[in-house]
Nanobody
Framework: QVQLVESGGGLVQAGGSLRLSCAGSGSIFSIDAMSWYRQAPGKQRELVAGITGRGTTSYADSVLGRFAISRDNAKNTVYLQMNSLKPEDTAVYYC???????????????WGQGTQVAVSS
């Protein structure tokens, strides 16, 4: 069984910062790409940032220059540092990871349960 558990969400004023963490646990053999998505009320889930197994990062235009994604492979953890937060960043943030549970197993897609981020104006 594999679990992804997010933490670090909360309420912050506009211009503030938060750091989200997502830790994988269970029968993890290896992790390839890891990503952060978000879903605001009434909107579709959108990709915020991604990081490949080799550390290449990518960002949505709306967060470029404000957010930074990183990972600690030894801890099976991905982070999202969010700076200069805006009210429009308010959403539930979910982590996603491509995980193998064994050497011969295919990569499968896993999601965390989500963590709420609220930015007040």
């Amino acid at each position: 069984q594999v679990q992804l558990v997010e933490s670090g969400g909360g309420l912050v004023q506009a211009g503030g910062s938060l750091r989200l963490s997502c830790a994988g646990s269970g029968s993890i053999f290896s992790i390839d790409a890891m990503s952060w998505y978000r879903q605001a009320p009434g909107k579709q889930r959108e990709l915020v940032a991604g990081i490949t197994g080799r550390g290449t990062t990518s960002y949505a235009d709306s967060v470029l220059g404000r957010f930074a994604i990183s990972r600690d492979n030894a801890k099976n953890t991905v982070y999202l540092q969010m700076n200069s937060l805006k009210p429009e960043d308010t959403a539930v943030y979910y982590c996603n990871a491509q995980i193998r549970t064994g050497r011969l197993s295919p990569f499968q897609n896993y999601w965390g349960q989500g963590t709420q981020v609220a930015v007040s104006s």
